[in-house]
């Protein structure tokens, strides 16, 4: 085998199973979510594969002539791959979410590729052997050629490609490459043996293009979908990842379908003086708390911290977004230091991968960035989603309170007993906050909140600890939400 074509093949098939890995965390998102157990499976999964490959291609080309097995690997490695997103939409739906779901999920749809291209690379030293004199500098220079591969297929990938193309298009292109390669290697032994393959490729590649995936939107960060509210002609729902993320009313801005959301606009309402405010809102979602405000409080200055410029589009092509808001298109962490110190009356914190908060906007050094940017009787509130033992509510809410002098925390009465979880507000101030005035607004709207403060938010803290930037296990604390 020519030292070019050598060369090229472990690059090739190490650059592909980088890339497969990268994508990965795409196709399990709609089912699975986005967070560091779903990535930490994928990952394990495919140095898995990478390990039981390796091995296997390794005795594989001891036992036999290794020249014959490059070829039809590289055909098999490039359509298990083609099959990867067709298994992962036909099991996923069924799976429910939590360690063992993630690591089953991307073993059905992962770990195939990634052990048929993972054996390839000693079955290329094996052949270039020539002398055991040579053993170290023939393995030292295929292993820096499979690294070189897999950083290009990292780069490649998490830089250019998601954010030019679908997911499903790249996995297809990378098994019609591997296809083409293995063919081409494969086809001198003789004509009949390529034809199987070549019309599996066909096949599989066929129904992947035509395939509908679950999402409607398939942005840089999310798998996005709207739906029309057959209850409310002119409602739209927002669904992010699974997860209902935001409601608008494209004729009424003022109607907030979501409790959540009731709860912090009647914050402001009974918080701030009447009149037009300077609002941040972490997380753009749907954009209603913009619409809401420009009709309840024409004049106010909000700036939206968004990091996926898809979803201002989605909002403007579908959810009534007409600029009510400056949207700064960046991670909330770096866009929050361009806020000038105490300027703003609200902060609003919305922001979610899947039903997470990202865990770098929930620690005491993001909340401080915050309270820095809040004027003389500002507040910053956030909104965060906990199942009943509350165990991200509790940290969130005592990290808080190591920043803000007056801190509470709403939700139904039943999300403080233990017999449900969901959406909790928390908000934290300088100032007291009218816990009263804050229930009596709800109540105005037909809902039943429990605001808990001082003693009792001290209670229900309990023993939990503040998040940092050194210790914030957020997709931990939400294991199996």
Not at 118 to 145: D, F, N, Q
Not at 198 to 223: F, I, K, M, N, R
Not at 393 to 418: N, Q, S
Not at 448 to 461: K, M, N, P, S, Y
């Amino acid at each position: 085998m020519p030292q070019l074509l050598a060369r090229s093949l472990v690059f090739i098939t190490s650059a592909a199973v980088l890339i497969l890995e990268i994508l990965a965390g795409r196709l399990l998102a709609p089912y699975l979510g986005v967070s560091l157990e779903v990535f930490t499976g994928i990952i394990g999964v495919i140095l898995a594969g990478i390990s039981v490959g390796a091995w296997a291609g390794g005795r594989a080309a001891d036992r036999g002539d290794p020249r014959r097995l490059i070829g039809p690997l590289l055909v098999a490695g490039g359509l298990t791959a083609v099959a990867s997103p067709l298994l992962v939409d036909l099991v996923g739906p069924a799976a429910p979410t939590g360690p063992v779901s993630t690591v089953g999920l991307s073993l059905i749809g992962f770990f195939a590729p990634a052990a048929v291209l993972s054996a390839i690379p000693p079955i290329v030293v094996k052949i270039r052997l020539a002398s055991l004199t040579e053993t170290g500098a023939v393995v030292g220079t295929y292993s820096a050629i499979g690294t070189a591969g897999a950083i290009f297929g990292t780069f490649v990938t998490g830089f250019i490609l998601i954010a030019a193309f679908p997911t499903r298009p790249i996995v297809i292109v990378v098994g019609v490459v591997l296809v083409a390669l293995g063919v081409a290697v494969w086809v001198a032994r003789s004509a009949w043996t390529v034809t199987a393959p070549v019309a599996a490729l066909l096949l599989l590649s066929g129904v992947a293009l035509v395939w509908d995936g679950p999402c409607q939107y398939e942005t840089s960060y999310h798998c996005a979908e709207v739906v029309a509210d057959t209850a409310r002609p002119s409602g739209r729902l927002l669904i992010l990842d699974r997860g209902h993320n935001s409601y608008v009313d494209l004729e009424d801005p003022t109607h907030l379908e979501f409790r959540y959301i009731r709860v912090m606009a009647d914050l402001i309402d009974v918080e701030m003086p009447s009149g037009p405010l300077d609002v941040v809102s972490i997380g753009g979602g749907g954009f209603t708390l913009p619409g809401y405000l420009a009709a309840t409080r024409p004049g106010t200055e909000h700036r939206v911290l968004e990091i996926d410029a898809s979803l201002v589009d989605i909002g403007r092509r579908h959810l009534g977004f007409e600029d009510e808001a400056e949207v700064i298109v960046d991670d909330a962490r770096r866009s929050i230091t361009e806020v000038a110190p105490g300027s703003v009356d609200v902060v609003v914190g919305d922001a979610f991968t899947g039903l997470t908060v990202p865990w770098h906007l929930t620690t005491v050094e993001f909340v401080e960035m915050i309270g820095d940017s809040l004027a003389p009787g500002g507040f910053y509130t956030v909104n965060v989603i906990d199942r009943p033992e509350a165990r991200f509510a509790r940290a969130e809410a005592a990290t808080l309170k190591e920043v803000f002098d007056h801190v509470a925390v709403f939700a139904p009465e039943g999300y403080f007993t233990g017999d449900r979880g969901g959406n909790y507000v928390l908000v934290g101030s300088d100032d007291p906050i009218d816990i009263d005035r804050v229930r009596s607004a709800l109540s105005s709207r037909g809902g039943v909140e429990v605001g808990l403060t001082g003693d009792e938010l001290a209670r229900f803290i309990d023993d939990a600890r503040p998040l940092t930037d050194d210790f914030a296990p957020v997709d931990q604390m939400l294991t199996g939400l």
